[in-house]
């Protein structure tokens, strides 16, 4: 038997994926007094050593949900951004978002890791009586009609059925929304895999580095930066890429990652590992992000490089437009094309920019032709001692600058 609508009688949207953009969409909707049955497989948010990063134009939709001050409490706030050679251990350039104070309310970026951010919003969430969140449930069919869409979803009672109005599809890179759909996903993935570790090791202490910087190196870059963790001193994260031929165990074991350490800066002392992981990265876009009443946000979307941590952002971007359009849409505001709306605005963001910028970001740290190498170091020293450029550049890296190109589009605007 098909669950309908919430005992107000409005059928619900549903929403695949408890993630942080599922949960930004439910609380969005909800507070919008739209019913609402999100669906995560999980059994609670994942405390996995994610996406921290949040940058200003993402904080400006999230200030607008009153969530900023509790991701502050639990985060870290980073304003500089630093880029570094790592052959000669050389500091090329340094970002600060302060020269941004007239572009946005927040001229920095706030480092908090992905599962705080989901936690606070399931404690916002738990003040709306109509969302219904349902841990330990998976979509695993879609259906769709013009008035409704179905789907199948496996909790821990088994099967059942669920109707509702629209469907999000924020199930991640993997989505069975989108597949269900038949949306294609289209793009590449790299040979490397990603290596995460995270240590206690203080590398601000050590070598001087901010929280968030990126070291260029032909022969292995990192991306190294900081997270609050549970408090004080925080964890130091590391990012690089690994060899396509060698196996997960050789790149997990503790010799290969003492020495991948060891080889990145010496101490005297092995490194505490709290955390090593391995990452097969993609840089694929869906080619349509609505089809019907289905319609995908975040991974399920778009996906990308963790280079200068645009993923999460765009999804978290995609929750605020994709609930403004479904509550305007619902209460009777616009018409259902508002979606195509959405479907152009976003996906021309993750096209022309966040694709866009993280394979350049990946290209600049890890060039290998010594003109090329000394090109981009020259352009980032130059491009850091300019203000004019130095605020272009950081409206490009903190998204500002995305968010604007997706507002001018209209909906009638070739693609």
Not at 375 to 383: G, S
Request: aromatic share 6%; charged share 20%.
């Amino acid at each position: 038997m098909a669950r309908g609508p919430d005992r107000d009688g409005m059928p619900p949207v549903l929403i695949a994926g408890g993630g942080p953009v599922g949960l930004f969409c439910a609380l969005l909707l909800g507070r919008r007094g739209v019913p609402v049955r999100l669906f995560e497989a999980g059994a609670a948010p994942q405390e996995d050593p994610r996406a921290a990063t949040t940058h200003p134009a993402t904080l400006e939709v999230l200030g607008e949900a009153g969530l900023v001050e509790e991701m502050t409490r639990l985060g870290l706030v980073a304003p500089i951004v630093q880029f570094w050679d790592r052959p000669t251990r050389s500091l090329v350039a340094t970002f600060d978002h302060a020269i941004l104070q007239e572009d946005t309310r927040y001229a920095f970026v706030v480092q908090c890791e992905q599962f705080k951010t989901a936690t606070i919003m399931l404690a916002a969430l738990g003040r709306l009586p109509r969302v219904e969140i349902l841990f330990n449930h998976q979509v695993v069919d879609v259906t769709q009609s013009e008035t409704r869409v179905r789907v199948q979803v496996r909790g821990t009672g088994g099967v059942t059925t669920h109707d509702g109005l629209y469907l999000i599809g924020a199930d991640g890179g993997r989505s069975t929304v989108r597949k269900q759909a038949g949306i294609s996903f289209d793009g590449f993935t790299w040979p490397e895999r990603f290596l995460v570790l995270t240590t206690t090791f203080d590398f601000e202490a050590a070598i001087g580095c901010c929280p968030r910087s990126y070291f260029a190196d032909p022969e292995e870059w990192c991306n190294c930066f900081k997270v609050s963790a549970t408090g004080p001193p925080g964890l130091w994260r590391l990012v690089c890429p690994t060899s396509p031929a060698a196996s997960d165990e050789e790149l997990l074991s503790d010799d290969a990652v003492q020495a991948r350490l060891q080889n990145f800066f010496p101490s005297s002392t092995p490194y505490d590992i709290v955390h090593r992981n391995l990452y097969v990265t993609h840089q694929r876009v869906a080619g349509t992000f609505r089809l019907g009443r289905v319609v995908l946000a975040g991974d399920a979307a778009h996906v990308n490089n963790p280079i200068g941590g645009m993923g999460l952002n765009g999804g978290l971007q995609d929750a605020a437009a994709l609930a403004s359009a479904l509550a305007a849409i619902l209460a009777g505001d616009v018409p259902d094309r508002q979606l195509d709306l959405y479907d152009r605005r976003r996906r021309t963001v993750a096209v022309e920019f966040v694709q866009h910028q993280s394979i350049e970001n990946k290209k600049r740290l890890e060039a290998r032709d010594p003109e090329i190498r000394a090109r981009h170091l020259a352009e980032l020293r130059d491009t850091a001692a300019d203000p004019v450029r130095a605020r272009q550049f950081l409206l490009r890296t903190s998204m500002i600058a995305s968010q604007r190109r997706a507002a001018a589009i209209g909906l009638d605007e070739a693609t």
